[in-house]
């Protein structure tokens, strides 16, 4: 018998929202590959949690999961991206516990590289590829450690103690009456540079190549995610090729204003439209929506349109869009407009200048000046 989502996470199964997020938490901090470098078990561990969390934290998967077992999920067609597939657990992660913890290399910089297999490069998408995804090029330039000096820099793998910090890997920097020490930056703080350097790679270690992917973008991307591409990384000494993360960047838009999922807009609503309860036509990402106004719809007042809204880029939940009217009145009337208007003034019940409301507050002042 297979260990349940619900055990991972060590909650019951009638857990609220509250308790899972919880519950993550504790488990990722404590699994996460950072904290126990080099540890298998843990690893998987961290992985098996990030399942659980991706599941039991959406309303639809987890219902899902509940009736049928994770084997409807993997089997939904047209579903999610499905688990790791390029979407990086970890940015569920940093959504958590921000870009300070955890970071982005998955794969640490092992002390005798001079770089990290995983790099990141940014990607600028309009708000309409961000919305309905798009597939793009990517030209990028990954680091390949030199064979020739196996990526020490030094000629023939020769190495001295470094000149500038006395093998010490710190030096000391002095501003004003400050002085702090800061790690050697012609050691990267190992004590020891090359001899020579290797007339490969220039003493750099590395050489730099060009590279270029077809990436598909998911539909419902937003700024600050990151997608990950297998193996399109650095490569470092022991010849494994790391990671590219895709860091995208979604413009905004001058008419939708975008909050995750859900879409925003402030439509203008002529005043007879607002006061008839009249149904209009508003834009939406797709095209256009109706929008039934209640009679007497007020300036500000907003209208939620179900479904109208950015599709998640987890799950196959669709946002809302939120439509905000401002109430227009005429600047000018023509001549058959102000008789008309006038007669609807006199309709109302106006007379001599003043509406009953008015009166009523001139009536209940009136006693308060009898009364100063
Ligand atoms: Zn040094
Ligand atoms: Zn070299």
Request: charged fraction near 30%.
């Amino acid at each position: 018998m297979e260990i349940s989502y619900y055990e991972i996470l060590e909650i019951t199964q009638n857990a609220d929202k509250e308790s899972i997020k919880k519950a993550y938490r504790k488990l990722a901090l404590k699994y996460h590959p950072d904290r126990n470098q080099g540890d298998k078990e843990a690893e998987d561990k961290f992985k098996l949690i990030n399942e659980a969390y991706e599941v039991l934290s959406d309303d639809e998967k987890r219902a899902i999961y509940d009736r049928y077992g994770k084997d409807a999920l993997r089997s939904r067609a047209g579903g999610s991206a499905g688990f790791g597939d390029f979407e990086d657990i970890r940015d569920i992660f940093t959504s958590f516990f921000g870009e300070g913890f955890g970071g982005r290399k998955s794969r640490q910089k092992n002390n005798e590289d001079k770089f990290s297999a995983d790099f990141v490069v940014g990607l600028n998408l309009s708000f309409k590829e961000a919305v309905f995804g798009c597939t793009k090029e990517i030209d990028f330039i990954y680091k390949n450690s030199c064979k020739t000096c196996s990526g020490s820099g030094a000629k023939d793998g020769k190495m001295q103690t470094c000149p500038k910090c006395q093998g010490r890997g710190q030096i000391v920097m002095k501003q004003s009456f400050l002085s702090f020490a800061q790690t050697c930056p012609d050691c990267n703080g190992s004590g020891s540079c090359a001899s020579d350097k290797c007339p490969q790679c220039k003493g750099l270690g590395y050489e730099e190549l060009k590279d270029r992917v077809e990436l598909k973008v998911p539909e419902g991307v937003d700024s600050g995610m990151n997608l990950r591409v297998n193996e399109k990384g650095n490569i470092t000494k022991n010849g494994i090729r790391g990671d590219l993360f895709v860091k995208i960047h979604a413009e905004e838009d001058e008419t939708f204003i975008r909050d995750d999922e859900d879409i925003y807009i402030e439509f203008p609503v002529f005043f007879t439209q607002a006061i008839l309860g009249q149904s209009v036509k508003v834009p939406t990402i797709r095209g256009e929506a109706t929008l039934n106004l209640p009679k007497g719809a007020k300036d500000g007042q907003r209208f939620v349109l179900e479904n109208e809204g950015v599709k998640s880029v987890r799950s196959s939940h669709i946002g809302r869009q939120i439509v905000q009217i401002a109430i227009k009145f005429p600047n000018s009337l023509n001549d058959e407009q102000t008789k008309l208007l006038e007669q609807l003034s006199e309709s109302f019940g106006i007379k001599d200048g003043m509406h009953h409301e008015q009166k009523g507050l001139f009536d209940k002042i009136a006693t308060w000046f009898k009364g100063g």
